[in-house]
């Protein structure tokens, strides 16, 4: 199993810059990709990105493409979210997550395996 812990999230105004991150640990090894989800009052949890453990792929929900940045510092076991540009419609709790399905990466969040708690991103108008 994999532990998964969120933090970086808060209060910015619209048109700002928040960064969002996930740090990992127990089975790392065992990581095929990260996730970041979101998920807004009263909506499913829905996808933002992905970045494989190792590797270079990345994939984007349209949503956020060219505003959202998906990083990691495998030395730390840490992922990272920029987010850029941001829109009151950003305003969620972010959720980092951990599958060790491979071949791909993944929007489905029934195919992540480990989840963190979760960080509050409000993003004012």
């Known amino acids: 199993q994999v532990q998964l812990v969120e933090s970086g999230g808060g209060l910015v105004q619209a048109g700002g810059s928040v960064r969002l991150s996930c740090a990992a640990s127990?089975?790392?090894?065992?990581?095929?990709?990260m996730g970041w989800f979101r998920q807004a009052p009263g909506k499913e949890r829905e996808f933002v990105a992905a970045i494989r453990w190792s590797g270079v792929s990345t994939y984007y929900a349209d949503s956020v493409k060219g505003r959202f940045t998906i990083s990691r510092d495998n030395a730390k076991n840490t992922v990272y979210l920029q987010m850029n540009s941001l829109k009151p419609e950003d305003t969620a709790v972010y959720y980092c997550a951990a599958t060790r399905a491979a071949g791909s990466l993944y929007s489905s969040r029934s195919l992540y395996d480990d989840w963190g708690q979760g960080t509050q991103v409000t993003v004012s108008s």
């Open positions: 127990g089975r790392t090894a065992s990581i095929y990709s």
